[in-house]
């Protein structure tokens, strides 16, 4: 789970982890690829924006360093409306939930991603 917002991204990972998932939580995108060193993750949940690196900077990192990690990126974000935004996700297909999201769309999201994860190996 990738937020600048801290209790944002508690809450995320409270939801998740009640469903049994485990989660770490990065404050930011640089962070997160730090994280990412480290292999063995599911899935990214990722806030599109942040100020140190946003999601779609992390996105494209990440994918530059380990091609093919771009599958596993879920984005959140209160932005889709901007003309940048809406054009990485929905042209690049890109899974996103648009901010504030409900637990049960979360949970949904997050099955629906990893159960097209599942189907692709």
Do not use: C, N
């Amino acid at each position: 789970m990738v937020d600048d917002e801290p209790d944002v991204a508690e809450l995320i990972a409270e939801i998740l982890e009640d469903e049994g998932h485990d989660i770490e939580i990065a404050d930011g995108g640089l962070a997160a690829l730090v994280a990412l060193e480290r292999d063995g993750y599911d899935l990214v949940i990722s806030d599109l924006r942040m100020p140190d690196l946003d999601g779609r900077a992390l996105w494209e990192q990440a994918e530059a360093r380990w091609p093919g990690v771009h599958r596993l990126f879920l984005f959140l974000t209160g932005d889709t409306l901007s003309p940048l935004s809406h054009e990485f996700l929905v042209e690049g297909e890109r899974p996103y939930l648009e901010k504030p999201i409900t637990p049960a769309d979360l949970r949904s999201a997050v099955a629906e991603a990893l159960a097209g994860l599942a189907a692709e190996s």
